[in-house]
Nanobody, 117 residues
Framework: QVQVAESGGGLVQPGGSLRLSCVVS????????VTWNRQAPGEPRELLGT???????DYAAPWKGRFTISRDGPAKKWYLQMSNLSPEDTAVYSC???????????WGQGTQVTVSS
């Protein structure tokens, strides 16, 4: 069984920064890719970006340059660094993990990020 858990969410002021964490535990064969997503109330889920096991990253255009995904491989931890946040960034942020390109993802429960003054 594989568990995925996000943390680091909370309340942040507009213009602020926040770093979210994604931890994977359990019986996972390998981590091919970790993808960060978010979903605001009443909105569809948005894909933010992916980091692959070779360290390469791929960001969706709207967040390129403002969001950064990184990893701590030995710790099986992945991070989403967000900067210059605005109220429009308020959402539940979640990560998913895939063992291979076409493997179904394991999802975490998400962590709430609220941007407000």
């Amino acid at each position: 069984q594989v568990q995925v858990a996000e943390s680091g969410g909370g309340l942040v002021q507009p213009g602020g920064s926040l770093r979210l964490s994604c931890v994977v535990s359990g019986n996972i064969f390998k981590t091919y890719a970790v993808t960060w997503n978010r979903q605001a109330p009443g909105e569809p889920r948005e894909l933010l970006g992916t980091i692959y096991n070779n360290g390469m990253t791929d960001y969706a255009a709207p967040w390129k340059g403002r969001f950064t995904i990184s990893r701590d491989g030995p710790a099986k931890k992945w991070y989403l660094q967000m900067s210059n946040l605005s109220p429009e960034d308020t959402a539940v942020y979640s990560c998913n993990v895939r063992e291979c390109h076409n493997c179904p993802p394991y999802w975490g429960q998400g962590t709430q990020v609220t941007v407000s003054s």
